[in-house]
């Protein structure tokens, strides 16, 4: 009996995601277009993260360890 009732419950949340096109609020409008443009971005254009904001991650491995060069900003703390 609770099964069939997860299901359902798992289907009806499923069935609540956006299909449409994102829109400002009712009242509300895009922000200003960037200087130099005439027209305003799209939505979709600004939901892009861009690349400084979340960059790939090196997985590049040690195969050996290696000194490390002199850090001249490596200090000791001050007393």
Do not use: H
């Not at 400002?24 to 277009?33: D, F, R, S, W």
């Amino acid at each position: 009996m609770r099964a069939p009732a997860a299901l359902l419950l798992i289907l009806a949340l499923a069935a609540c995601g956006q299909k449409a096109d994102l829109r400002p609020a009712a009242g509300n409008e895009l922000p200003v277009a960037p200087y130099g443009r005439e027209e305003r971005l799209p939505a979709t254009v600004l939901l892009e993260v861009p690349t400084q904001a979340a960059p790939e991650r090196s997985v590049e491995l040690r195969k050996r360890s290696e000194e490390r060069e002199d850090d001249p900003f490596d200090l000791p703390p001050a007393e």
